[in-house]
């Protein structure tokens, strides 16, 4: 503080006094602030005597040393702008009020209550922040939670007056007692840092925030999968501090904690999160029970990246199958085509063993869908081998037939050309009985032409009825031939269109079932 200012003070001072005096107290008055002044000045007092007189003059002009004095107040205010002393406190004032020291077992060592029988009540609030995978395998649930503890250690308190205003406080973790609170469903522990500090209030409220990757284990059911909707628990509960020394209750409802996660959530993948329950469950274990608080998250999957890889590509190959019904039953291609859509089936099947755990309480309904599809298929191709082997042989049916046939037309050929011989051979026969005839019995030259010509004709006629004769034989033995191989044929042919329509009947239905099954709500 500046001389100025130091001079001022008297001056406040002697103006205070002088209007509070009354009567002669202010020629007392005077003569004090005189000297006063006089000595703050530097001048001493006996050096310059002040009379009475001067002072009563001095008196009478009272109204102008008041006004001048108010404006020596408003002045000294202005310079030294209104400041006044103040206390100047610090967070490690409460500490050492408090002796909060990491040396101190007080705060850490038991439970902080003064009297054993009450128990300390904790109240805990579970956000969750993001989805991180869902393991149908190996039935594991990875959320990643906000979790804070609040509870009051009743060693705590201070003045927030008393420091200042100070009403809170951030001290080391390892300076107090913590609920031994833990996750009965973790499988694995969390390698996230741990948040170094907690809150303290001044009526002894502690808090601890803390972030948690959950590796826990969930009971799936995937019988609907991919339409599945999963609910998955976190059980929090204390470690070796029963009902009677501590108690667990949520700090949020369930309708404000599904609120929040909502808006704080950042990621959920494949899942859509529906809402977080919470409820509270007491068992007995021994002589004591133990609560469990039970937050409940409950979540639905996005079928489409499984609709798009899985079951479309598996009714694809089954419509392929139906439209090989199409396909030549003679031919190989169709017994080749329907085994090359049965071994992708057998690939789609084992990428779904990898998604599907083990085991399951009812079997899943893709798993029926690939599987009585895959039956489907497989029939459509022991129906496909049963007609190509009845169309085959009806095949070596009528081959055998025409080998035969094609050998009885041989001998058939032989014996006439034996005849034939044989007539020829007959014939000069007939010439030379006819020449010694002739010589014997000398008939007439023109009888002999005449019996000549008449032979001819009748043996060319007997040449045109033989061929008539072998063409009508040959007819009626392909006929027959042609009958017996049909038989075959026909039932290859109601074989292939009675299981036709027993397959897109069966598809049909099988497949709307299935659709419905899959759009049924759980009770």
Same mark, same amino acid.
């Given at each position: 503080?500046?001389?100025?200012?130091?001079?001022?003070?008297?001056?406040?001072?002697?103006? &205070?006094?002088?209007?509070? /005096?009354?009567?002669?107290?202010?020629?007392?008055?005077?003569?004090?602030?005189?000297?006063?002044?006089?000595?703050?000045?530097?001048?001493?007092?006996?050096?310059?005597?002040?009379?009475?007189?001067?002072?009563?003059?001095?008196?009478?002009?009272?109204? /102008?040393?008041?006004?001048?004095?108010?404006?020596?107040?408003?002045?000294?205010?202005?310079?030294?702008?209104?400041?006044?002393?103040?206390?100047?406190?610090? *967070?490690?004032?409460?500490?050492?009020?408090? #002796?909060?020291?990491?040396?101190?077992?007080? *705060?850490?060592?038991?439970?902080?209550?003064? #009297?054993?029988?009450?128990?300390?009540?904790?109240?805990?609030?579970?956000?969750?922040?993001?989805?991180?995978?869902?393991?149908?395998? @190996?039935? @594991?649930?990875?959320?990643?939670?906000?979790?804070?503890? /609040?509870?009051?250690?009743?060693?705590?308190?201070?003045?927030?007056?008393?420091?200042?205003?100070?009403?809170?406080?951030?001290?080391?973790?390892?300076?107090?007692?913590?609920?031994?609170?833990?996750?009965?469903?973790?499988?694995?522990?969390?390698?996230?840092?741990?948040?170094?500090?907690?809150?303290?209030?001044?009526?002894?409220?502690?808090?601890?925030?803390?972030?948690?990757?959950?590796?826990?284990?969930?009971?799936?059911?995937?019988?609907?999968?991919?339409?599945?909707?999963?609910?998955?628990?976190?059980?929090?509960?204390?470690?070796?501090?029963?009902?009677?020394?501590?108690?667990?209750?949520?700090?949020?409802?369930?309708?404000?904690?599904?609120?929040?996660?909502?808006?704080?959530?950042?990621?959920?993948?494949?899942?859509?999160?529906?809402?977080?329950?919470?409820?509270?469950?007491?068992?007995?274990?021994?002589?004591?029970?133990?609560?469990?608080?039970?937050?409940?998250?409950?979540?639905?999957?996005?079928?489409?990246?499984?609709?798009?890889?899985?079951?479309?590509?598996?009714?694809?190959?089954?419509?392929?199958?139906?439209?090989?019904?199409?396909?030549?039953?003679?031919?190989?291609?169709?017994?080749?085509?329907?085994? @090359?859509?049965?071994?992708?089936?057998?690939?789609?099947?084992?990428?779904?063993?990898?998604?599907?755990?083990?085991?399951?309480?009812?079997?899943?309904?893709?798993?029926?869908? $690939?599987?009585?599809?895959?039956?489907?298929?497989?029939?459509?191709?022991?129906?496909?081998?049963?007609?190509?082997?009845?169309?085959?042989?009806?095949?070596?049916?009528?081959?055998?037939?025409?080998?035969?046939?094609?050998?009885?037309?041989?001998?058939?050929?032989?014996?006439?050309?034996?005849?034939?011989?044989?007539?020829?051979? $007959?014939?000069?026969?007939?010439?030379?009985?006819?020449?010694?005839?002739?010589?014997?019995?000398?008939?007439?030259?023109?009888?002999?032409?005449? #019996?000549?010509?008449?032979?001819?004709?009748?043996?060319?006629?007997?040449?045109?009825?033989?061929?008539?004769?072998?063409?009508?034989?040959?007819? #009626?033995?392909? &006929?027959? $031939?042609?009958?017996?191989?049909?038989?075959?044929?026909?039932?290859?042919?109601?074989?292939?269109?009675?299981?036709?329509?027993?397959?897109?009947?069966?598809?049909?239905?099988?497949?709307?079932?299935?659709?419905?099954?899959?759009?049924?709500?759980?009770?």
């Amino acid at each position: 503080m500046d001389e100025s200012s130091t001079h001022a003070f008297p001056v406040v001072y002697c103006y &205070l006094q002088f209007h509070l /005096t009354r009567g002669s107290n202010q020629d007392l008055m005077m003569l004090h602030c005189g000297r006063g002044f006089s000595l703050q000045a530097g001048v001493s007092p006996s050096a310059q005597p002040v009379s009475a007189q001067s002072l009563w003059s001095h008196s009478r002009s009272t109204h /102008t040393a008041a006004d001048m004095m108010h404006v020596a107040f408003l002045l000294l205010i202005v310079f030294t702008g209104g400041s006044s002393s103040e206390k100047v406190c610090s *967070y490690h004032d409460v500490v050492d009020y408090l #002796n909060l020291t990491t040396n101190s077992g007080v *705060y850490k060592l038991t439970r902080p209550v003064l #009297n054993y029988k009450h128990p300390t009540v904790v109240q805990l609030d579970i956000i969750l922040y993001a989805i991180l995978a869902v393991i149908e395998k @190996t039935q @594991t649930f990875i959320p990643f939670v906000w979790a804070t503890m /609040t509870w009051n250690n009743e060693r705590i308190k201070w003045d927030p007056d008393q420091f200042c205003g100070i009403n809170s406080i951030s001290v080391p973790r390892e300076m107090l007692w913590m609920p031994d609170l833990f996750i009965y469903e973790m499988i694995q522990k969390d390698d996230s840092p741990l948040n170094p500090y907690m809150y303290v209030l001044n009526d002894g409220t502690v808090t601890c925030e803390e972030d948690l990757r959950v590796v826990s284990t969930c009971r799936m059911d995937v019988h609907k999968f991919p339409f599945d909707t999963q609910k998955c628990t976190i059980s929090i509960g204390s470690a070796i501090h029963c009902v009677d020394e501590l108690r667990i209750f949520p700090f949020s409802n369930a309708s404000r904690a599904t609120q929040f996660s909502r808006e704080v959530m950042k990621s959920q993948g494949e899942w859509e999160f529906l809402d977080l329950s919470i409820s509270s469950h007491n068992f007995t274990f021994g002589i004591k029970q133990w609560e469990q608080l039970i937050y409940t998250f409950t979540m639905k999957r996005r079928p489409l990246l499984h609709v798009i890889n899985f079951l479309l590509p598996i009714l694809f190959f089954l419509s392929l199958d139906i439209a090989s019904f199409f396909i030549a039953d003679h031919r190989g291609e169709k017994l080749g085509f329907k085994v @090359t859509v049965l071994l992708a089936i057998s690939v789609l099947l084992l990428i779904l063993n990898d998604i599907l755990p083990s085991m399951s309480n009812k079997t899943p309904l893709i798993a029926t869908y $690939c599987i009585v599809i895959f039956a489907m298929m497989l029939l459509s191709l022991l129906e496909t081998i049963l007609v190509t082997y009845l169309m085959e042989k009806d095949s070596a049916s009528y081959e055998k037939l025409r080998l035969k046939n094609n050998l009885e037309e041989q001998q058939e050929k032989v014996n006439n050309c034996n005849t034939e011989e044989k007539r020829e051979n $007959c014939c000069p026969c007939i010439c030379k009985v006819s020449d010694s005839e002739k010589q014997h019995e000398l008939l007439p030259v023109a009888e002999v032409v005449n #019996n000549s010509i008449q032979w001819r004709e009748s043996h060319v006629l007997l040449l045109i009825l033989e061929e008539l004769k072998e063409l009508q034989h040959t007819l #009626n033995l392909h &006929l027959n $031939c042609r009958h017996q191989v049909g038989k075959c044929g026909q039932w290859a042919a109601r074989i292939n269109r009675a299981f036709f329509l027993f397959y897109l009947t069966a598809v049909s239905l099988f497949l709307s079932l299935l659709f419905i099954e899959w759009n049924r709500q759980e009770k």
